[in-house]
C-alpha cells in the first residue's frame, strides 16, 4: 500500500525528470518556455504541502533517523548535484545576460538593459539571449523539485523508523 508520502515523492520525482528535459532542452530551443512556467504551479503544490507537513509536525528531519543513511541516498545525492548544477547554471547565464536581455520590436533585435535599448543585435546574439534566460528560470525549478523530493524521502524513512 502506498502512503501520502510515497505518493507525493513519486510525483515530485516524476516532475523532476520533467523539468530536467524541458530545462536540457534550453540549450537548443526555447519552445518549451510555457511549459516551464506550468511547472511551477505543481512544484508550488508540493511544497506548500511539505511545509504543512513541517509546520504540523514542528521538524523537518526525525531525530530517530539515521542522518547517516540520509546522507547517502539517492535522493541527497539528486539534492547535491541540483545544487550545484543550478549555482554554475546561475553564474554561466549571468555571463550571457551580462549587458542585459534581447527584444524584438518592430523587425529589429534590440539588446534591452532595464527597458531601455542599448543597441541593435543580429539575430542569433538576440536567440542565445532568449535560451540564457529560459535555462535561468527554468534551472531554479529543478532544485525546489530536489527539495520536495529529499523532504518526502525523510518522510518515508521516518515512517519505516516508526514501523519498526
Known sequence: MMGKDSRYHLTAVLFFIFAACVHVMGYFTNYFYVIGWILWLPALILSVIAVIRIAK????????????????????IVLVVSFVYVIFNIIYNCYILRNGGGEYRDGIYWLINLGERIREISAEEYGRLL???????TGHILFLYALIIMFFKGRM??????MK
Open 131 to 137: 535560451l540564457a534566460e529560459y535555462r535561468m528560470f
Open 57 to 76: 509536525d514542528k521538524y523537518i528531519i526525525h531525530r530517530h533517523i539515521n542522518k547517516k543513511k540520509i546522507y547517502v541516498s539517492t535522493q541527497f
Open 157 to 162: 524513512m521516518e515512517n519505516e523508523t516508526d
